[in-house]
């Protein structure tokens, strides 16, 4: 079974540009989530989604993050402008559903550094 | 505010014997937990669980231990290898199968 996918692995921009990035869950798991995880930290959920629809967006910084999931599949975090404390590992991670029951499947993660 | 959060930000252990990994939390009304391993430069990788309802629960060569009197959750691997350095995490799972996680430490294993 292939795990989350994401791309790209590595980014490095300048504070106050535009970045994006993208999600590949596991095949049918309708449960996708974006983390944000600074250096030294544990990561922190940003978004939720279930199929395209979202469950919890509360952490989200909605003035500069944005996230979509048109088709219920693929997924994409935007950051726009960045800003320097912007520079984290961004997971994405997905599960077959919401319930507790369900074990959350982490991709590699995207490193941002923002100069 | 709620946190989960671990008393070692580093353990350094010689190669064969035996660590343990703490993680303090502060919600009383948290009822699963979960360890979580990261390598570097990968995602979270789930270990273990426990529900609330558990003191102890074991898998192979990490064993699980929940004190819910001091909110306090403890993670041991037997026999520590060095594939076993990485960072742990423990997490609390909260309705809708939200992750609530803790800092972390670092597992570092000596040959």
């Known amino acids: 079974e292939a795990g989350v996918a994401q791309s790209p692995r590595y980014k490095i921009i300048e504070k106050r540009q535009s970045v994006a990035f993208w999600c590949n869950p596991i095949s049918g798991h309708a449960t996708l989530y974006w983390y944000q995880q600074i250096l030294g930290q544990g990561p922190k959920l940003l978004i939720q989604f279930q199929n395209n629809g979202v469950v919890d967006d509360s952490q989200l910084p909605k003035d500069r993050f944005s996230a979509e999931r048109l088709k219920g599949v693929d997924s994409t975090l935007k950051i726009q402008p960045a800003k320097l404390e912007d520079s984290a590992v961004y997971l994405c991670a997905s599960s077959p559903a919401p319930g507790s029951n369900y074990e959350q499947y982490f991709g590699p993660g995207t490193r941002l550094t923002v100069t | 505010g709620e946190s989960v959060g671990l008393h070692l930000p580093t353990l350094s252990v010689q190669e064969g014997d035996n660590s343990i990994i703490n993680c303090a939390y502060s919600?009383?009304?948290?009822?699963?937990f979960i360890w979580y391993k990261q390598e570097s430069g990968k995602g979270p990788q789930f270990i273990i669980d426990?529900?609330?309802?558990?003191d102890k629960r074991q898998g192979q060569r990490v064993t699980v231990l929940l004190n819910k009197t001091v909110k306090h959750l403890s993670l041991q691997i037997a026999a520590t290898q060095p594939g076993d350095s990485a960072v742990y995490f423990c997490?609390?799972?909260?309705?809708?199968?939200?992750?609530?996680f803790g800092a972390g430490t670092i597992l570092r294993v000596k040959s």
């Open positions: 997490a609390e799972k909260k309705y809708g199968n939200k992750l609530v």
């Open positions: 919600n009383s009304a948290s009822d699963y």
């Open positions: 426990i529900r609330s309802n558990m």
